[in-house]
């Protein structure tokens, strides 16, 4: 292996360190690790494997951790609420996954993606309830949200015209008797594995994409419609996102659990639901004594595609996080956007009775990411738990 470290000069904002860390790894393939210190300044350390071209990734390293760091200097976020953490030291996402699998709780499958048992399934499926009910408090109508998407879906909406790189795109095998014959003699590798190279598929125009951010079917449901009144709705759904070598554990996962709130309407009306919005975000971390805040947040980007992105929605505050504690570290669980007409131009979709272009928002809580804070804060025994957490869980 190959290793080469660089101690930056300016602070890196907590949103620009995380992505930073992601989309170095797509620099080359041979990149193996990428770690970014707390120290102040901090030190890049990214590793890459021995046939790689060390001076090329190193040079394309600098350009992009330059480009981003100044690009991201102009606005940093706010942070909105606060509660102050009051049951004693977290522990480290990797503790808690550690003794979650101790117990028998938590089984990895893959990189990324997990079963779940025992305290934790209660509490995940608890969560879900939880968020549920408060959203059809809010209004909100019950929706079954798929997993599975159109491609085309995706690409009217713009999510993949800066998101690509995240997506798990879905394809087959083309319909031939005999290459369904051809894959267990040929496709099954020694170690286990599958080897699809020698079958024709259709992978070169995959239909479909595992769904990477839950609302993006909403719209799609009302293109082309006029939503006389506010169209409200509420859903759980598994999201995908190809995370490459960031992938890590429950803190950054390619499979997780979405529970969902979308609002379509007038643009005024859009604005008033996202501050009950953002008032749900402070209400349940309050109702769930845990330790976190809520601040401005700006979506993940890419240094040669929509970096300015990030300064248009910090300085207009178009979007906020809920980010909980960890030892050591915050983690984002939910968030609040708002969208403009954003969907209502890419989908034709009318609002009101003056028939202007619908504007919508959305709430997501990642509950992937609430259980693993909750076990971090509170611990593994659910006696010790605040009261409003064990009633999530029945007890």
Same mark, same amino acid.
């Not at 593994?380 to 029945?394: H, I, K, N, T, Y």
């Given at each position: 292996?190959?290793?080469m ?43 890459? %494997? @021995?046939?790689?071209?060390? !001076? ?6 600098? /350009? &992009? =951790?330059t480009?981003? *760091? ?54 995940y ?62 496709c099954? %590798? @020694?170690?286990?594995?599958? !080897? ?6 259709? /992978? &070169? =125009?995959?239909?479909? *994409? ?57 643009e ?14 402070r ?8 330790w ?19 300064v ?84």
């Open positions: 292996m190959q290793t470290s660089l101690r930056l000069m300016l602070e890196v904002a907590p949103d620009v360190r995380e992505t930073l860390v992601k989309n170095l790894f797509w620099i080359d393939r041979g990149i193996t690790g990428v770690e970014l210190s707390g120290d102040v300044p901090p030190v890049l350390t990214v590793t890459c %494997t @021995d046939d790689s071209d060390a !001076d090329e990734i190193e040079a394309q390293v600098l /350009a &992009d =951790v480009k981003m *760091v100044a690009q991201a200097a102009t606005v940093c976020p706010r942070t909105v609420y606060e509660t102050q953490p009051c049951h004693g030291e977290p522990l480290a996402a990797d503790e808690v996954c550690r003794r979650l699998e101790e117990r028998g709780w938590l089984s990895m499958e893959l990189s990324g993606s997990h079963v779940y048992a025992g305290l934790m399934a209660e509490l499926y608890g969560l879900d309830r939880a968020f549920g009910r408060r959203a059809r408090g809010l209004g909100a109508q019950e929706v079954h949200l798929p997993s599975l998407l159109g491609a085309d879906t995706l690409v009217t909406s713009g999510y993949l015209h800066g998101n690509a790189h995240m997506g798990n795109y879905v394809f087959h095998l083309h319909e031939d008797r005999s290459a369904v014959a051809r894959f267990t003699e040929k099954v %590798t @020694d170690t286990g594995g599958i !080897d699809l190279s020698g079958l024709e598929t259709s /992978a &070169d =125009v995959p239909e479909a *994409v595992l769904s990477p951010a839950a609302c993006q079917p909403v719209y799609r449901m009302l293109a082309g419609r006029t939503v006389a009144t506010p169209f409200v709705t509420t859903g759980y759904v598994r999201c995908y996102r190809y995370e490459s070598g960031a992938t890590h554990g429950l803190r950054r996962s390619r499979e997780f659990g979405v529970r969902e709130i979308v609002y379509v309407g007038t005024r009306g859009a604005a008033d639901f996202r501050a009950q919005l953002i008032g749900v975000a209400e349940f971390l309050d109702r769930f004594e845990l976190g805040s809520l601040v401005t947040a700006s979506d993940p980007f890419f240094t040669d595609t929509s970096a300015d992105y990030r248009y929605q910090l300085a207009l505050e178009l979007k906020h996080e809920v980010q909980l504690g960890l030892g050591g570290d915050r983690v984002a669980a939910a968030s609040v956007n708002q969208h403009g007409d954003h969907f209502g131009r890419a989908w034709d979709i009318r609002a009101g009775n003056t028939n202007e272009r619908a504007h919508s928002c959305c709430m997501g809580f990642g509950i992937d990411r609430w259980c693993l804070a909750v076990f971090s804060q509170f611990g593994f025994d659910v006696r010790s738990w605040p009261r409003a957490l064990r009633e999530v869980v029945g007890v």
